[in-house]
């Protein structure tokens, strides 16, 4: 699966084809959230604008006003007429022609959950679609409309988290020790609204209490048990694709170990991933399994990483995964174009490369700096 | 070592001399072999590699970077670490002039680099650097 785009916004030249795990690293405001909205907008055109027009967007078959409703406002100058290119699969996308036809009421194939999820839950309760203006970009809409269609699966006074339905119980564990601790997910009635809160004993904490890695990730949780339906399902299946924006935010490196490893379950269970993040640790991560794998070690050495508990499913996760195909591309600020990194190799001419897109730099700087410091310091006490 | 001092990087046996690099080629002054200068007197100690003269943009003086080259593996860890204290050994005794000179250490890997962060880290307090398989001076020193 490959995606191509030409002179669209930041971006002048990106060439991507998608492995089972897809990252992208860069500084800000390199393009990665457009390439990804993109890859949505290639696979889902149909689905979008069947969804836009359930709600009473119109364009009227104008691509710089769809562009504004699905980019977001202010986004309606991305494409440049004679100059932008989209290819899919190797061929152009003809958006102007395609906006301008009826949808063929295709569903969407790829549930996105955007960097602004923290958006989807006002108050502790995720927003419709139609509750935001239209120059809300469309991933945001949908997200939280996805979420709020979900809670029609939990009962007032239940507990979302930690509950057997949903995901197993090494994640669940995990979770627990690594994010909640003593809190529990509930949904819960205050003046007769329903809302999400932590609840620890009697003490109940509403959304506007919640710390910024809280409120960053119980959008994220609901996002994850969307795509993962309690038993017997073992995944939503209309979904194809996942996209997950900065799955770190908020969030100590622990939890950032748990939630990779939750990410890995999407991939074994058939669902093409694609990350944006700015973490090393999302990559050095990748960068072990590379090297576990070329080096045939076991299940367990990749589950000793993420400290999690070696057990027949967890087993199964880790031998799988370390089958699939992973991609890294870095998105460079300075040619506006993408490249290929996958290989991780610290030992790469390329400048993007060996510093992993810019994440490992600081680190490469600081080794630099003290090491230069204690190798003169003799020198520098007899001056 | 004096007499051992040559242009540019000639000092470097040829498959090392691709391994470095400078934005301006011309701010190179000069290497030494210091295997071969000192093996003979030091025949029980490991030694460390190259030196190379370099004039930064930022100073008004050389400086030197001290250039191993070797695998980069857990394995070749205590190795390298041992030349080094035996360098920095012969530096403090022998040679007061250089010792007193702004100076670098690095270590480029002649192979895949598989060192860990911890090693790295425990690296840089000794003072060494290590980098890939290729190795940029840069313009300025210490900045």
């Not at chain 1, 993109?38 to 836009?52: P, S």
């Not at chain 1, 104008?62 to 290819?87: A, H, I, T, V």
């Not at chain 1, 960097?115 to 949908?142: M, T």
């Not at chain 1, 694709?241 to 890995?264: D, K, N, Q, Y």
């Amino acid at each position: 699966m490959r995606l191509q785009l030409k002179n669209i916004g930041q971006i002048t030249d990106a060439d991507i084809r998608f492995g089972d795990l897809t990252v992208f690293v860069g500084p800000q405001a390199t393009g990665k959230t457009i390439a990804l909205e993109f890859l949505k907008l290639a696979v889902d055109l149909d689905g979008i604008q069947e969804t836009m027009g359930r709600y009473g967007l119109d364009w009227s078959g104008e691509l710089r006003d769809f562009f504004g409703l699905y980019f977001g406002e202010g986004m309606q100058g991305l494409w440049q007429d004679g100059r932008s290119e989209f290819r899919w699969r190797g061929s152009p996308v003809p958006l102007n022609s395609l906006l301008k036809r009826s949808p063929r009421g295709r569903l969407e194939s790829v549930f996105y959950i955007p960097a602004q999820r923290v958006l989807a839950l006002r108050d502790g309760w995720p927003q419709p679609f139609s509750a935001y203006s239209s120059g809300v970009p469309f991933i945001l809409r949908e997200f939280s409309e996805n979420l709020r269609q979900l809670m029609g699966q939990f009962k007032v006074g239940g507990t979302l988290f930690p509950e057997k339905r949903w995901l197993n119980k090494e994640f669940r564990g995990l979770l627990e020790q690594n994010i909640f601790a003593r809190f529990k997910l509930v949904l819960e009635t205050q003046f007769m609204q329903m809302r999400l809160v932590l609840k620890s004993g009697e003490q109940s904490l509403p959304f506007m209490v919640w710390s910024a890695g809280q409120r960053e990730f119980v959008p994220l949780l609901l996002g994850l048990y969307w795509l993962l339906p309690p038993v017997p399902f073992a995944r939503r299946s209309r979904i194809k694709w996942v996209v997950l924006e900065e799955l770190e935010m908020g969030l100590h490196p622990r939890a950032i170990e748990t939630v990779l490893l939750i990410v890995f379950e999407l991939v074994v269970r058939g669902y093409r991933v694609c990350l944006s993040t700015h973490t090393a640790q999302v990559l050095e991560a990748l960068w072990a399994l590379r090297h576990l794998r070329a080096n045939r070690a076991s299940p367990q050495a990749l589950l000793g990483m993420f400290d999690a508990p070696v057990t027949p499913s967890l087993r199964r996760l880790a031998e799988t995964v370390m089958t699939k195909q992973i991609k890294v591309y870095y998105f460079d600020p300075t040619s506006g174009a993408t490249r290929d990194i996958s290989a991780l190799d610290v030992d790469s001419e390329d400048v993007g490369e060996d510093g992993w897109g810019g994440l490992s730099e600081f680190s490469g700087r600081v080794n630099a700096a003290v090491a230069r410091a204690v190798a003169n310091a003799e020198r520098v006490g007899r001056a | 070592m004096s007499g051992a001092w040559q242009p540019g990087l000639r000092a470097l046996r040829e498959a090392d001399r691709n391994r470095i690099d400078s934005e301006d080629t011309s701010r190179i002054k000069g290497s030494v072999d210091v295997e071969s200068c000192l093996k003979t007197r030091y025949r029980d100690q490991r030694q460390w590699d190259y030196a190379v003269g370099y004039q930064p943009t930022n100073l008004g003086v050389e400086v030197v970077y001290w250039i191993e080259v070797h695998p980069a593996n857990p394995r070749a860890f205590d190795t390298v670490r041992e030349k080094l204290a035996s360098l920095q050994k012969w530096l403090s005794q022998h040679a007061a002039e250089l010792s007193a000179m702004d100076k670098a250490f690095v270590w480029i890997s002649s192979g895949k680099t598989t060192l860990g962060d911890t090693q790295r880290r425990q690296l840089t307090l000794l003072g060494l650097r290590q980098v890939g398989r290729f190795f940029k001076i840069p313009s300025k020193f210490g900045v």
